[in-house]
């Protein structure tokens, strides 16, 4: 009993704290960057360029920020996201020109390398390993809503106090985060946290190997970035009705999050091999029903599942894998350089498919992302078809 309540303790706590995270130093930006740019007298590029550059520090600093939690345990790690990521947002509240803008979300940049889900999955793996992919599962299905509550707590203080109170609002909630991570996470890793790697992690195998499949978890990255940021202007450019598309663009959230629950609910059935092989299929599959939807409307409905489910998966099966194949030894920097790729590709994907469909339509930008899948599932099958050890205890 008293292992549940602190099971249970750590998914509340840093699946809200996750959840703050990502609202505000993810998805903010969707509301706040017109009327920041409208303010600022900026153009469109400036200002969601300036959140595409903290996305790629984020990526190139997500290594060391593993290596560190490694080093002072992620209660340090997670504590100092709060604090800069509370920064960030009170210097773009005090923006007056176009460089103090890159300049927040700059900091920013460094507070989602600090803080994000793989800095929290490498420290729950130091605080509770032996129930690391139920808590991990736990924490994604709470943070999992964080765009259904930031949207629209956006819209309704932007009304109310301007995008500069907002930011004021989101910098006091990161703060609040900081208390969070103290008091339910330890000072150092538990000893059960600090085993050896296994012989599949040796030296002269893991390397290639685990380069090859976060290459490939950037592959599904780049879809879902891709995806996420242009869905509307897709499904209008398939010439589906538009109340079918806004059901199906607003079914996605949902089932991204019923994904997770059915890992919660049956997870230690499959391994994490196992749901990242469902997740790069189920992807591959939705792109190509996508592609279906001019001659096949129905289509859609099968994407929206399809896409939704594996969406969700796709962050477990990121933060499990790597576990499951190299052991929990110095798991922040195993899942920072695990992690920094997708990092990467998410900032860059949805000007890359907006150039695509621009040079060469909607069909070619769709058929583009459907073989990245197929490249990425490929490579994580070819990657995971060596034999490794059994996966730790749920």
């Known amino acids: ?71 002072y345990g992620g209660r340090a790690v997670l504590v100092a996201s709060a604090l800069a990521g509370a920064v960030g947002f009170l210097v773009l509240a005090q923006a007056r020109s176009q460089p103090w803008i890159v300049v927040g979300w700059s900091i920013n940049g460094m507070a989602m390398a600090l803080g994000l889900y793989d800095a929290c999955f490498a420290a729950i793996g130091q605080a509770e390993p032996r129930a690391y992919r ?28 301007g995008w500069r109170g907002v930011c004021q609002v989101y910098a006091l909630a990161l703060l609040l985060c900081a208390p969070i991570y103290a008091v339910l996470l330890p000072g150092r890793p538990r000893a059960e946290a600090r085993v050896s790697v296994p012989e599949s992690a040796s030296s002269s195998s893991s390397p290639p190997r685990a380069r090859v499949l976060a290459w490939a978890f950037a592959g599904a990255a780049l879809i879902g970035s891709s995806i996420s940021a242009h869905l509307p202007g897709i499904l209008s450019a398939l010439q589906l009705r538009t109340e079918l598309a806004v059901w199906v663009a607003s079914s996605i959230g949902a089932l991204q999050v019923f994904g997770r629950l059915i890992d919660l609910v049956s997870g230690s059935r499959r391994t994490a091999a196992q749901l990242g092989a469902v997740t790069f299929t189920g992807l591959l599959a939705a792109m190509l029903l996508l592609l279906a939807v001019p001659a096949m409307p129905q289509s ?54 907006a150039l695509v469909s621009a040079a060469a339509g909607t069909t070619a930008a769709l058929g583009s992302l459907a073989a990245v899948g197929l490249v990425s599932l490929a490579a994580y099958l070819a990657a995971t078809r060596a034999p490794h050890s059994p996966q730790l205890p749920p």
């Open 1 to 71: 009993m008293a292992w549940s309540r602190r099971r249970g303790t750590l998914v509340a706590g840093l699946g809200s704290a996750q959840l703050i995270a990502w609202g505000t130093l993810y998805y903010a930006i969707a509301i706040l960057g017109e009327p920041m740019r409208l303010d600022l007298g900026a153009p469109s590029s400036h200002v969601f360029g300036a959140f595409t550059w903290s996305l790629v520090i984020a990526g190139v600093l997500a290594p060391a920020t593993g290596r560190r939690l490694d080093r």
């Open 134 to 161: 139920a808590i991990v599962t736990g924490v994604t299905l709470v943070a999992g809503f964080a765009s259904t509550v930031a949207w629209p707590l956006s819209h309704y203080l932007l009304d109310a106090i």
């Open 300 to 353: 859609v409905f099968g994407f929206a599942l399809l896409y939704g489910i594996s969406n969700g998966l796709f962050t477990i099966a990121r933060a499990t894998l790597p576990v499951e194949l190299f052991g929990l030894d110095r798991i922040g920097a195993m899942l920072g350089s695990f992690g920094a790729p997708s990092l990467v590709t998410r900032a860059f994907a949805p000007l890359g498919f």
